[in-house]
């Protein structure tokens, strides 16, 4: 059975600092990750897929790195800002299928001013 | 449209009512979820559609709880009897499914609260 893990489950940095989520899984045949952020009272909003062949992808300021074989992902946060304020989720499919999306329980991030 | 609807946004029902929730989901995408947020806490599904497949169920919590998918778009997820702990957000997401899939876009939630 997927299980996903998210450390630390909060964290908050002053604005400007470069941070690191984490998401660990413990099945690691999975077809892709999906890194999401949610604000408060809102939906997901989707930041990063990356497929099971990619070990990396960038937007902007994110970089998000996948490391199937030892079943983690990182998620890089460059010169944060206080909008960047948010949970931040991962989430994987089950092992070995394209079904339902799996998630961790999320990191909350705070950046001050 | 752009992206994935919900509706209501905002649904306030007294204990033992039935209500429904509807998911329009992005054009064209086959696979649709339900999950549901409760206060503090993370996602917990609840059915998952893909294609003219048979729906993956496992996450409804009780026979309360069923869903449909017409035509393969618009999804109604349907609450019977409601009761005070089925209060949270339920949240629908579409993705369009191709070998390594693809995004899941999140629509903006149902917040359901039961009195």
């Known amino acids: 059975k997927q299980e996903v893990t998210q450390i630390p489950a909060a964290l908050s940095v002053p604005e400007g600092e470069n941070l690191v989520l984490n998401c660990s899984f413990t099945?690691?045949?999975?077809?892709?990750l999906q890194w999401f952020r949610q604000d408060p009272g809102k939906g997901l909003t989707s930041l990063l897929l990356?497929?099971?062949?990619?070990r990396e992808q960038t937007s902007g300021r994110l970089n998000a790195s996948l490391d199937k074989s030892s079943g983690r992902s990182t998620l890089y946060i460059a010169a944060s800002q206080p909008g960047d304020s948010a949970t931040y989720l991962c989430?994987?499919?089950?092992?070995?299928?394209?079904?339902?999306?799996?998630f961790g329980k999320g990191t909350k991030l705070s950046v001050k001013p | 449209g752009a992206g994935v609807s919900q509706s209501p946004s905002n649904k306030v029902t007294e204990k033992g009512k039935d209500v429904e929730l509807r998911c329009d989901p992005i054009?064209?995408?086959?696979?649709l979820y339900w999950y549901r947020q409760s206060l503090g806490q993370g996602l917990e599904f609840l059915i998952y559609?893909?294609?003219?497949?048979?729906?993956?169920k496992s996450g409804l919590p009780s026979d309360r709880f069923s869903a449909e998918r017409t035509g393969g778009s618009v999804s109604t997820l349907t609450i019977q009897r409601t009761q005070q702990e089925d209060s949270a957000v339920y949240l629908c997401?579409?993705?369009?499914?191709?070998?390594?899939?693809?995004?899941?876009?999140f629509g903006q939630g149902t917040r359901l609260t039961v009195v």
């Open positions: 997401a579409s993705s369009s499914l191709i070998v390594g899939g693809t995004e899941a876009f």
């Open positions: 099945d690691s045949a999975i077809y892709n």
């Open positions: 990356i497929q099971s062949s990619q």
């Open positions: 989430a994987v499919p089950p092992g070995g299928s394209q079904g339902n999306l799996i």
């Open positions: 054009s064209g995408h086959t696979a």
């Open positions: 559609f893909q294609g003219n497949s048979a729906p993956d």
